[in-house]
């Protein structure tokens, strides 16, 4: 183990730290697997009260998996890399899972497989530099890690707007829709640690440090609009969401301008990217996190063995010219019965993971 994840026990703490900065904490196998080796073990320590999940890095809790390990795994070994993205939800099942406090100080960006370490935990706590967003669309994927299981629940058609956009969010409206549980200042963070340290009841300790943000001016817009996301991506389809944004921007209110710069950002996202995200955020309403992962791998499988994430990875974050060659050159040209394709069983290849009970069990 190299030391790009830093687990030390602090007393009644287990403090877990990524230490990536040079990749904005790029979450890659050897952080995964130390993370999922570990749940089990700090859930039967008697000497362990709680769970810290935190970054070394002042610009960033964690930008995402490191999608060109993986991209580049799943050249030379698709197994491997099937491998590596399930070991990834099931690590995500486990957190959730996890019976102790799970307390999460983020300062910084949490974007994709940052988002999906974070969001089962028992407590999140904003710093003032968070941002969260899940912009797997414009690199031919989908909010994976479950995230789809949490944006489909959320109210007005929220969900659609940032799961199909990209689109962050900072920690203000994170606060307001219940992706987070606290906000404190990262000069706090330190006391929360200490407190921690010495086993202090964590509710306590976060309630007394918490101070609701005051609302950035785009947060100010966004809850403005409220209705407006609400309105127009409500369609079906995502041609249809394409077309109301359209009608929208071609008219005389003050939101055409805005309706006509989303409609721009959609169109360099991937056209399929975009039309498994709807179908899957459609179907993740009624399902719980198990359930949603283990329809993330189905989709991942698939995905993983075709071109389309390739090429997604190359033009964002290889070659960097923005420039991606999708499948499809726009949305209405995207088949739905293809879709129906990525949802279908992949039978004994099937993600497993236990029932919630059986797994506690199985960290008790």
Known sequence: MD?????????????????????????????????????????????????LMRS????????????????????????????????????NWALECFTKPTVSLIDGIAMGSGVGLVLYGTHRVAGERFSLAMPETAIGLFPDVGVSCVLAKLPGHMGRYLGLTGRSIRRAMAYRMGLVTHCIDASHHHSVITSLEAADPVDPVLDDLH???????????????????E????????????????????????????????????????????????????????LDLRNALIRDYR????????????????????????????RHQAVDLVNLEEIDMYFESIGEAELILHEREKMQRIQG
């Open 3 to 51: 030391n790009s994840i830093l687990i030390q026990h602090r007393g009644a703490l287990v403090d877990i730290s990524l230490n990536r900065p040079h990749v904005l904490n790029a979450l890659n196998d050897e952080m995964r697997a130390a993370i999922a080796e570990g749940v089990p073990r700090f859930s039967r320590d008697p000497e362990v009260y709680a769970m």
């Open 56 to 91: 070394t890095s002042a610009r960033a809790f964690c930008a995402g998996g490191d999608v060109r390990e993986l991209t580049r795994l799943a050249k030379q070994d698709p197994a491997l890399a099937r491998a590596s993205i399930g070991a990834e939800y099931a690590m």
């Open 211 to 229: 101070e609701t943000p005051p609302q950035t001016p785009d947060d100010v817009a966004l809850a403005a609009r409220a209705s407006l996301i």
């Open 231 to 286: 309105d127009v991506f409500s369609g079906a389809t995502v041609p249809e969401i394409f077309a109301a944004l359209e009608s929208k921007a071609a008219g005389l209110t003050g939101d055409a301008e805005w309706c006509a710069t989303v409609l721009a950002e959609l169109k360099t996202k991937s056209p399929l990217a975009l039309a498994i995200t709807l179908r899957h955020l459609d179907h993740c309403r009624d």
């Open 299 to 326: 989709l991942a499988y698939k995905i993983l063995a075709e071109q389309e994430l390739q090429e997604g990875v190359r033009a964002v974050l290889v070659d960097k010219d923005g420039q991606p060659k999708w």
